[in-house]
């Protein structure tokens, strides 16, 4: 639907044939990342500037996040701040526009809330934005755009536009098909669409002959992957459809590949086989719990219980290859109950996460929890937290100081926070390393000797 409300306001369009600049606000999750990078490339094609702040922008973009509360009262806040700003070209405040899932689900009433926003984008009309911004610019006020993505749009992002020379985000699926009554998601992004085989294993290949050293295949749930077609993993055996994407990825060469997230009950141990056969399948995983009760777990709809969740862990856990295991917990869903939470503790305590999300339960209008009663109170919510936090500290300082002695590879990423003398990275199993410089630059993969475990970090000496 593309709904314009047609109040021609005949803005002098002759400033902006100058190229405007155009800077665009991420909020969430990598697919929103993806997203930028994708509207960025498309903008940059069409003749438009990027620039990274938004005082130095004559239109600003705000990419949103809707999962839970907190990120939505956050861009609020900085559309507020934005207005009071003033365009380089115009001198009178920027264009605003809103983009990803808040647009997608909140549409007209954006305008309602908020007069000062120009334009919406929906989660699927990434590709649309420079004619859209080019009719704001024109006098179109009130612009809607929430439609689908066209037939025959490929992902295409340049690298130039990209977050890093090193490192990619690759979505393989967007949207979501599994409906957990707790998550907004299924209603912002709309349901499972699969990348063609194909064009990721080209676009991985692109990457790699650009320098590419790490790629993060991305979807709400990847191991749902599920194309139309074979095209592109035909010689590749596999379980799965995404099973044998992994193979087909692999065989790139591409030094490292990640992948996130991963839902439990399509959680297949063929997975773990492949990433057994091939070291540049990186040797983590992510697998969201969500919780340990199985009362809770079948008010979230999450097709999953605690038995069934444990025993695809314990696959990942007794693997050839020591796999990195993390989780994402809500905390307070509606009706947890001491004892609920209680069994949460358990299944952490069992799992030995090497790192764990925890989320307070956020209602989202339209999803099926916000009809449940018996909310939890915020003072409960807090506590049942903070002691999910200390057992993981505890678990998470045993989990760390064990690497102490170990040699990790890492892809050295930038200067460390800390020190200038040292440098940061990541693990191939997705923890962050600081280790002493001695001529390292970013893109390089080195092996770290570890020396110190810290509460969300690793500490060590090059190798040779
Ligand atoms: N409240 C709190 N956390 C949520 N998540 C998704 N929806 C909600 C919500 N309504 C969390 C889940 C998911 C992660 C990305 O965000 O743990 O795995
Ligand atoms: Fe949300 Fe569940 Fe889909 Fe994950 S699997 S995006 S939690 S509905």
């Not at 438009?48 to 939505?72: G, H, I, P, Q």
């Not at 990457?207 to 191991?223: A, D, F, P, T, W």
């Not at 693997?319 to 069994?343: C, N, Q, V, Y």
Request: charged share 25%; with cysteine; hydrophobic share 35%.
């Amino acid at each position: 639907m593309t709904v314009v409300c047609n109040q021609h306001s005949q803005t002098n369009s002759l400033r902006y044939l100058m190229k405007s600049k155009v800077y665009i606000e991420t909020f969430g999750c990598q697919m929103n990342v993806a997203d930028t990078e994708r509207a960025a490339t498309g903008l940059t094609k069409a003749g438009y500037e990027m620039t990274s702040s938004a005082a130095t922008a004559d239109v600003v973009l705000f990419n949103t996040c809707s999962v839970r509360e907190r990120a939505e009262r956050k861009v609020l806040r900085r559309i507020g701040e934005v207005r009071k700003l003033s365009s380089p070209t115009t001198h009178k405040r920027p264009l605003i526009g809103v983009m990803g899932c808040v647009a997608q689900l909140e549409g007209q009433s954006i305008f309602d809330k908020t007069p000062v926003v120009d334009l919406i984008v929906g989660t699927r009309a990434t590709d649309r934005i420079p004619s859209l911004i080019e009719r704001v610019q024109g006098g179109e006020a009130g612009l809607i755009d929430l439609d689908d993505r066209q037939e025959g749009e490929v992902w295409d992002v340049s690298p130039a536009e990209r977050r890093s020379p090193y490192v990619a985000f690759v979505p393989i699926i967007e949207g979501c098909n599994k409906f957990c009554s707790f998550c907004i998601v299924p209603f912002s992004r709309g349901r499972e669409k699969s990348r063609n085989a194909a064009e990721i294993v080209a676009e991985i290949l692109r990457l790699r002959s650009l320098g590419y050293k790490e790629v993060h295949l991305i979807g709400q749930n990847v191991n749902s992957y599920r194309p139309r077609a074979t095209e592109g993993v035909q010689h590749y055996p596999g379980a799965t459809p995404f099973s044998r994407l992994l193979r087909a990825v692999a065989n790139t060469g591409m030094e490292r590949i990640k992948f996130t997230t991963s839902f439990p009950r399509d959680f297949h141990p063929d997975i773990v086989s492949a990433l057994e056969e091939y070291p540049n399948l990186c040797d983590w995983v992510h697998l969201p719990a969500q919780s340990g009760s199985d009362r809770i777990l079948k008010s979230m709809r999450r097709g999953h219980n605690s038995e069934d969740y444990l025993r695809r862990m314990e696959g990942i856990k007794k693997s050839k290859r020591r796999l990195s295991l993390t989780s994402d917990i809500i905390i307070g869903f509606p009706g947890e109950t001491e004892e609920d939470f209680e069994a949460t503790m358990r299944l952490v305590q069992q799992c030995e996460y090497d790192a764990l999300y925890i989320f307070k339960y956020s209602k989202r209008a339209g999803t099926p929890a916000a009809k449940l009663d018996d909310a939890v109170p915020e003072t409960e919510k807090t506590a049942r937290f903070m002691a999910l936090e200390a057992l993981q500290t505890s678990i998470q300082e045993k989990i760390y100081n064990a690497y102490v002695g170990r040699v990790v590879s890492v892809l050295v990423e930038r200067e460390s926070a800390r020190s200038k003398d040292d440098m940061a990275g990541h693990s191939t199993c997705h923890k962050v390393v600081n280790f002493r410089a001695n001529q390292t630059q970013p893109g390089d993969i080195v092996d770290v000797m570890i020396s110190r475990g810290n509460p969300n970090s690793l500490y060590g000496e090059l190798v040779g």
